[in-house]
């Protein structure tokens, strides 16, 4: 069965004004137990008793005024509520004198609303009670759009803004008393077309709507909600004195999320509230998530675009860097590839360092020894010289048997070429010593043999298709290896120019004018006894 209108508009308007009584009663209290010291018992029980008052007021109205029904009967009506509402407005006097100075507009709301209802209920077109409209709070915009936090300030878990719409001030004063009060910040609308401009506007986390308003009521502000994509997804709860089914059905097939009648109960408030901010809260982190998930999406495609150009191009790298190690030391390949740009590789003269190493008797001892011997000492030989290279940052000019020529300050640049030069065959001869005593051990007579020079020579790629290597050439190389030719085992010798650029460093003695193959005249050589300890 529809509603009656006539019943239907009344039972609005008395539930409208016992949502103000019992609202504002509670706040009250709650604000009282919330102070800091104990809060007068008379004004405690006093305002309780507004409160009690106010529910009898309500079982009233929801027992006489069913909108389902034919009618009701005026008379029973006003005989009924004229007790409840007595009280109301006695006790509220009663208790005017005891209340805190922030409690004293609500308290006249109370006897406002009790005023009205009891003019409702005796058939009277009562105005609008004081306190309860507009007209009564001049100095504040009913649309209010800047939002309201609660008594302690905003709430450190942000826990979102909520619009509250509804034509009547006082029912917009009680919600945003309320929602202050559970941590919200709020701003206020009294129509629905103010409402979806700030819903438009403001990042609206939540909508407390009103049914029955002027100027857009709520069917209407839902339907705009649906067809705007940006508003759609506001969780919006009706809180209405219509609570009929019919109505309730239509709001939630419309999209609002839940339906409270008024007047309203706190608990049942909050707990809807926070139920549709988390639920907002979750689909916003999904949303969030999607579109981030979107973006991924997009950039792997970009990314594919280019995947194979990409891999072709370090596949490229890869086969240039294993055809130059063949044939490079490591340092001049990783040189080469860092830059891009093999002209390193071209002809060139500077001046460098140039070490010799050669294993002594090494001749004798492969002729007379197995060949696993050979190789055994080889290998133990070549990984103590592979250490050293790599530790001194040396460039391999040729690698045999028995012997390494290295040199220093080309490719790879360093300030004192000589100075690394025979630190290097320093630490050569501590560490190759010590193999050769093992060697001995093993019946192996073995040592080894050092030559530094230091001067001019050219340098550049040499070779042939499949078989190239960075070759160095210039007296400096043979100077370096007829010196350590001339080297008794466990000596180092180094040319008159690269002991001017280490005497510093070193403890040199001369060993004198030496005689060495390939050289027309004799050449000034010197020992190196050790290093000196760094200042």
Known sequence: MSPSPEIRVLRHELLNQVNHIVGYAELILEDLADGA???????????????????????????????????????????????????????????????????????????????????????????????AGPAE????????????????????????????????????????????????????????????????????????????????????????????????????IMISASADMPSVVRCIEMGAEDH????????????????????????????????????????????????????SEQIEELGRMARLRRFLSPQLADLVVSKGDEGVLSTHRRDIAVLFVDLSGFTSFSETSEPEDVMAVLREFHEELGRLVAEFEATVGFFAGDGMMVFFKDPLPCAEPADRAVRMAVAMRERLGGLAGQWRKRGHDLGFAIGVAYGYATLGEMGFEGRFEYGVIGSVVNLAARLCDRAEPGQILISARAKAAVEDAADLEEVGDVALKGFHAPVRAFNVVGLRALP
């Not at 009898?56 to 005989?79: I, N, Q, R, S």
């Not at 004063?173 to 506007?201: F, P, Q, T």
């Not at 949303?287 to 998930?293: E, K, Q």
């Open 260 to 311: 409270l009648g008024k007047p309203f109960d706190p608990v049942l408030l909050e707990a809807r509230v926070g139920a549709c901010l988390e639920k907002k809260r979750l689909r916003d982190q999904e949303r969030a998530l999607l579109a981030t998930v979107s973006r991924q999406a997009e950039a792997l495609a970009e990314w594919n675009t280019t995947l194979e150009a990409r891999v």
């Open 137 to 236: 709070r001049p100095n504040e915009r009913v649309d209010r759009a800047d939002p309201v936090e609660g008594p302690e300030g905003p709430s450190s878990e942000n826990r979102g803004l909520v619009l509250v719409v509804d034509d009547d001030a006082a029912n917009r004063d009680v919600l945003a008393r309320r929602l202050g009060r559970l941590g919200y910040a709020v701003c206020e609308a009294e129509n629905g077309r103010r409402a979806l401009e700030l819903m438009a506007a403001r990042p609206v986390d939540l909508v407390l709507l009103d049914l029955n308003m002027p100027d857009l009521d709520g069917y209407a502000v839902l339907e705009a909600r649906q067809a705007d994509a940006h508003l759609r997804d506001i969780p919006t």
């Open 37 to 131: 010291g104990p809060a007068d018992p008379d004004l405690v029980d006093g305002l309780g008793d507004v409160r009690a008052a106010g529910k009898e007021v309500l079982a009233v109205v929801t027992a006489l005024l069913d909108p389902a029904g034919d009618g009701f009967d005026p008379a029973a009506l006003t005989a009924a509520l004229a007790d409840p509402l007595e009280r109301v407005l006695s006790r509220a006097g009663e208790v005017a004198r005891l209340v805190p100075e922030d409690a004293v507009e609500p308290l006249g709301r109370i006897a406002s609303a009790a005023s009205r209802a009891r003019a409702l209920a005796g058939g009277a077109a009562a105005p609008p009670a004081a306190g």
